[in-house]
């Protein structure tokens, strides 16, 4: 058996830079590089594409990660895992396996499917965030079930170079090989949650590494425009040391690391997922060297009975304009604006939202600062059912231009699609995983 | 009057319309001068018009941190509301501009 291996982070979501991740993958020792690419919300929008063509349905930008990491691969020798099959790991893996045969790359590709069960959903279950039906929401389009290491290990037995699924809970990308690698056992909760905890710090890839925590003057961080990002060596019982590859930017300390085991843990005493209820309330984090930190004592309870489902319905769609005021009286001139929008717009919408950008727009008050500040801008946010309807919005704020306060310059406007997301709970044995392998060729091998 | 930003930082998450806080105290002898100050009522009037719902705290001494979570706190929630910023990831220096 290993004594270490070295797990990496290289994407924090879809949208994740391209580059970090070769640099982490070229020169960081991987024994696994690992690609959270699948946000609440993308997995709906894909199973929108897929439903306009079911050969569509995985990562938009599936072709450019792989391209750039499969060469590295080959050299390199690390397995992948990622879960940006989105709505449709097969698709994924044979768009991988055709990328593969192109670059005359050989690599064994496997996709985990089954998290997708939109038909076995029961619409009179409660949505978890209101305790309503499922049907009270708007249409249902998606409904994927968060698979967790069980649901990966068959796929780490093929011998796959690749594997790729669709929903998963993010720390079980990294708990599986672990698993894999050191033959935990599913009920073995303490390796589990220690696993669990090193996948949660490494699932958002740069923010352990000063992303999303730099300030200046006060919180300083060198080399952010060519930001590393980390990998955990994780030994066989779980203990683990975070780091980064030498020469690239950012900086791994016990403060970056303490903000991202906390990072949207709703209960430090208990953070579920599919393999474990992890409790992170005693772990300690100890700088061991520059941009290294240890990770002790995660410990946990048995899993959770029954899954948690992610539900995207549609959710109409948002119509936004903005339009911006400098110099004197520009707050007011912007309230005027505003006040001409609402008696316009007021019986056209039910939600509608005015925002002062540079002033008031995050937080709704500007928490005691009452200053003038020298330019805003006015933001108007409503939605609508259709795009036509909400187009109105921004087509009022453009006719400001003629037809409002003094000075107004600037507009902007869109229309986007909503998607909206609420969650709910499935048996176990509601949920059916599968595996299927491709090896280079489009040939199909079900499991 | 010092502010949180001299003595903490703070990250924020978002689990649908739940807003995550994660405080923590750049010096060991300041935690228990946040534990003591940094309490839900006072985080609940300090975010007043924000923090709608239930605030329960955490704390992680060996941390130095506290865990804020705040039900109701992002307008509806990320995937539908009609904020600018709908994951609340300005939340974080909401709460450092609290004066203690």
Redesign the interface.
């Known amino acids: 058996m290993r004594s270490s291996l070295r797990l990496g982070g290289g994407a924090g979501f879809a949208g994740d830079r391209l580059d970090a991740p070769v640099a982490l993958a070229e020169d960081g020792a991987l024994d696994y590089l690992v690609l959270e690419c699948l946000a609440?919300?993308t997995i709906a929008l894909a199973q929108l594409r897929r439903r306009r063509d079911p050969g569509d349905g995985f990562d938009l930008r599936l072709t450019e990660r792989i391209e750039s990491l499969l060469p590295v691969l080959a050299r390199r020798r690390f397995r992948l895992v990622s879960n940006l099959g989105a709505a449709n790991p097969q698709g994924a893996a044979g768009a991988i396996a055709a990328i593969a045969q192109r670059m005359r790359i050989p690599v064994k590709v496997a996709a985990v499917t089954g998290d997708d069960v939109l038909a076995a959903l029961d619409l009179d279950a409660p949505a978890m965030?209101s305790g309503l039906p499922l049907s009270k929401y708007g249409p249902i389009v998606s409904a994927n079930a968060y698979l967790g290491s069980e649901a990966i290990l068959p796929a780490l037995e093929t011998g796959a170079d690749i594997i790729i699924t669709g929903r998963v809970a993010d720390p079980s990308l990294f708990v599986a090989p672990l698993m894999h690698e050191y033959g935990w056992d599913p009920g073995d909760i303490a390796r589990l949650a220690a696993g669990t905890a090193v996948g949660h710090l490494l699932e958002c890839a740069g923010q352990l590494c000063g992303g999303?925590?730099a300030?200046p003057g006060?919180?300083d961080i060198p080399g952010m425009a060519t930001l590393g990002f980390p990998f955990a060596e994780v030994d066989p019982e779980g203990n683990a040391t975070l780091g980064k590859v030498a020469g690239t930017g950012g900086r791994i300390t016990v403060?970056t690391a303490?903000?991202?085991?906390?990072?949207?843990?709703?209960?430090?005493?208990g953070y579920l997922t599919p393999d474990v209820t992890a409790d992170f309330?005693?772990?300690?984090?100890t700088e061991t060297a520059i941009d290294r930190v240890a990770v002790r004592g995660a410990r946990g309870r048995p899993r959770p009975e029954r899954l948690k489902v992610s539900v995207g319905y549609l959710?109409g769609h948002?119509g936004e304009g903005e339009i911006g005021y400098a110099g004197a009286n520009a707050v007011a001139r912007a309230e005027l604006a505003a006040e001409i929008l609402r008696q316009r717009l007021e019986r056209r919408f039910d939600?509608?939202?005015f925002?002062i950008?540079g002033s008031t727009?995050?937080?709704?008050?500007a928490?005691g600062r009452g200053a003038h500040p020298y330019e805003v801008r006015l933001?108007v946010?409503?939605?609508a059912a259709t795009r036509e309807e909400a187009a109105i919005v921004g087509d009022e704020v453009e006719a400001l231009y003629t037809n409002g306060p003094a000075g107004g310059g600037g507009t902007r406007k869109s229309v986007t699609e909503?998607?909206?997301?609420?969650?709910t709970l499935i048996d176990r044995s509601l949920v059916t995983s599968r595996v299927t392998l491709l090896e280079g060729s489009a040939r199909a091998e079900a499991l | 009057m010092p502010k949180l930003y001299d003595l903490a930082h703070c990250r924020a998450g978002d689990k649908g319309n739940t807003s995550i806080l994660s405080l923590v105290a750049y010096r060991a002898e300041d935690y228990p001068l946040l534990v003591a100050h940094v309490t839900i009522d006072a985080v609940g009037r300090h975010l007043a018009g924000i923090a709608l719902g239930e605030i329960r705290r955490y704390e992680l001494p060996q941390l130095r941190a506290l865990q804020f979570v705040c039900e109701h706190s992002l307008a509806g929630g990320v995937t539908t509301s009609l904020a600018l910023d709908a994951h609340g990831k300005s939340l974080s220096y909401a709460l450092l501009e609290m004066e203690i």
């Open positions: 609440e919300r965030e999303y925590f300030d006060r919180k403060a303490t903000e991202q085991l906390l990072y949207e843990v709703t209960d430090p005493h309330s005693r772990v300690t984090l959710a948002i939600e509608l939202r925002d950008i727009s995050l937080h709704g008050h928490f933001r946010a409503a939605r909503q998607i909206g997301i609420v969650s």
